[in-house]
């Protein structure tokens, strides 16, 4: 086999927030080194001071990606203000990802990834992941130039007024602390690139869509390159999709598992809110729905109504806790709490058409049952 390098108008008071005192509060404790879990430590090694350093480009002056690396797109992409986004992985060569898990690929030491983030055509800024030695990762993040040539190491912390966005607000580049909150609140600290992300079995009606790159890198053409072993069987014959009764509560499911679930997991440090919204690949149910269709909120969050009394009230967007949360940039309310500063409209619109699907659909259920 020839070498492959894969190199509501509910809330919607937009204040002023700060990212790196609930970035602080948010960093969540679990890292992967090899097959054994680990205690997480900062990565010790210090990233590239330009990003052209991290072998990105085939050509630095052209910025020409190395066609060596391979682009993809998740099916379910992680809103961030309306952000354009291109994707790379590459792999040491002779390595794989082991898959043996299904929620928690284990990536081999090197691997590294690239997320560019683009604003009206003009690059702002790509975040960058390198797994070391030591099983840890490294994050790093570079700041764009005005004349879009370079791109520059940011500070640790993190930089804010990147570009600007509507209402006066601004893009903000994360701190490292930001990124781990995310990225270290779930069963792997790769976000967006496993078993239901890659499915062949794509939502036709996920938000934010993107087109797929070439080649089509999904579960079938990395294990039929031997770039990802251990995969089980079942996953490939019947792949993973989310099950669900409606189109719309597909998506709306799907969503909340990239924007949601990294954090709402059964397997992460918040597991004891009992808010699960990251799919399982290989259940046939749906931890989002017994989580949150029906089911009370534990603690109502500041700026919250107090009728939303449940995290999803059927027939009722309007008072729903969860439709609040999304709904809102208030900083103690507002779902997510880090990476964005706009509201997503498309989702908000997505999830109330879901909450009011389903309380019709339960309506009928109980009328059918009445006769």
Request: with cysteine.
């Given at each position: 086999?020839?070498?492959?390098?894969?190199?509501?108008?509910?809330?919607?008071?937009?204040?002023g927030?700060?990212?790196?005192?609930?970035g602080?509060?948010?960093?969540?404790?679990?890292?992967?080194?090899?097959?054994?879990?680990?205690?997480?430590?900062?990565?010790?090694?210090?990233?590239?001071?330009?990003?052209?350093?991290?072998?990105?480009?085939?050509?630095?002056?052209?910025?020409?990606?190395?066609?060596?690396?391979?682009?993809?797109?998740?099916?379910?992409?992680?809103?961030?203000?309306?952000?354009?986004?291109?994707?790379?992985?590459?792999?040491?060569?002779?390595?794989?990802?082991?898959?043996?898990?299904?929620?928690?690929?284990?990536?081999?030491?090197?691997?590294?990834?690239?997320?560019?983030?683009?604003?009206?055509?003009?690059?702002?800024?790509?975040?960058?992941?390198?797994?070391?030695?030591?099983?840890q990762?490294?994050?790093?993040?570079?700041?764009?130039?005005?004349?879009?040539?370079?791109a520059?190491?940011?500070?640790?912390?993190?930089?804010?007024?990147?570009?600007?966005?509507?209402?006066?607000?601004?893009?903000?580049?994360?701190?490292?602390?930001?990124?781990?909150?995310?990225?270290?609140?779930?069963?792997?600290?790769?976000?967006?690139?496993?078993?239901?992300?890659?499915?062949?079995?794509?939502?036709?009606?996920?938000?934010?869509?993107?087109?797929?790159?070439?080649?089509?890198?999904?579960?079938?053409?990395?294990?039929?390159?031997?770039?990802?072993?251990?995969?089980?069987?079942?996953?490939?014959?019947?792949?993973?999709?989310i099950?669900?009764?409606?189109?719309?509560?597909?998506?709306?499911?799907?969503?909340?598992?990239?924007?949601?679930?990294?954090?709402?997991?059964?397997?992460?440090?918040?597991?004891?809110?009992?808010?699960?919204?990251?799919?399982?690949?290989e259940?046939s149910?749906?931890?989002a729905?017994?989580?949150?269709?029906?089911?009370?909120?534990?603690?109502?969050?500041?700026?919250?109504?107090?009728?939303?009394?449940?995290?999803?009230?059927?027939?009722?967007?309007?008072?729903?806790?969860?439709?609040?949360?999304?709904?809102?940039?208030?900083?103690?309310l507002?779902?997510?709490?880090?990476?964005?500063?706009l509201?997503?409209?498309?989702?908000?619109?997505?999830l109330?058409?879901?909450?009011?699907?389903?309380?019709?659909?339960?309506?009928?259920?109980?009328?059918h049952?009445?006769?």
């Amino acid at each position: 086999m020839a070498k492959v390098i894969v190199t509501t108008p509910l809330l919607r008071s937009v204040q002023g927030r700060c990212s790196a005192v609930i970035g602080t509060m948010l960093v969540l404790s679990f890292v992967l080194f090899t097959n054994v879990p680990a205690i997480p430590q900062p990565a010790t090694a210090i990233p590239p001071s330009t990003l052209q350093e991290t072998g990105l480009y085939a050509d630095p002056d052209t910025l020409q990606v190395d066609p060596a690396h391979l682009a993809f797109a998740p099916q379910y992409p992680l809103w961030s203000d309306g952000a354009a986004k291109r994707r790379w992985i590459s792999l040491p060569p002779g390595t794989a990802i082991d898959g043996s898990d299904p929620e928690a690929w284990v990536f081999p030491v090197g691997t590294r990834f690239w997320k560019e983030f683009s604003f009206n055509g003009q690059r702002v800024e790509t975040r960058y992941l390198e797994r070391k030695a030591d099983g840890q990762w490294l994050y790093a993040a570079y700041a764009w130039s005005a004349d879009g040539r370079e791109a520059q190491l940011v500070s640790p912390r993190g930089k804010r007024g990147a570009y600007p966005l509507a209402g006066g607000r601004s893009h903000v580049i994360p701190g490292v602390a930001d990124c781990k909150a995310c990225h270290q609140g779930g069963p792997s600290e790769v976000l967006g690139f496993g078993t239901l992300q890659l499915s062949p079995e794509r939502d036709p009606g996920a938000p934010h869509a993107e087109l797929r790159p070439a080649p089509d890198v999904d579960l079938r053409y990395l294990v039929d390159r031997g770039l990802l072993v251990g995969l089980p069987k079942a996953l490939l014959d019947a792949p993973p999709r989310i099950a669900a009764a409606t189109a719309t509560e597909r998506a709306a499911l799907g969503y909340m598992h990239a924007n949601c679930g990294h954090c709402h997991n059964e397997r992460g440090s918040l597991q004891s809110i009992a808010l699960f919204l990251r799919h399982n690949a290989e259940t046939s149910n749906e931890p989002a729905l017994a989580s949150t269709v029906g089911q009370p909120v534990r603690k109502p969050a500041p700026g919250q109504s107090p009728d939303a009394v449940l995290r999803v009230d059927p027939g009722h967007p309007d008072r729903s806790g969860v439709m609040q949360r999304i709904s809102s940039r208030y900083p103690a309310l507002q779902m997510p709490p880090l990476g964005t500063e706009l509201i997503d409209d498309e989702a908000v619109r997505l999830l109330e058409r879901w909450i009011a699907e389903k309380g019709a659909s339960i309506q009928q259920a109980s009328a059918h049952e009445g006769r």
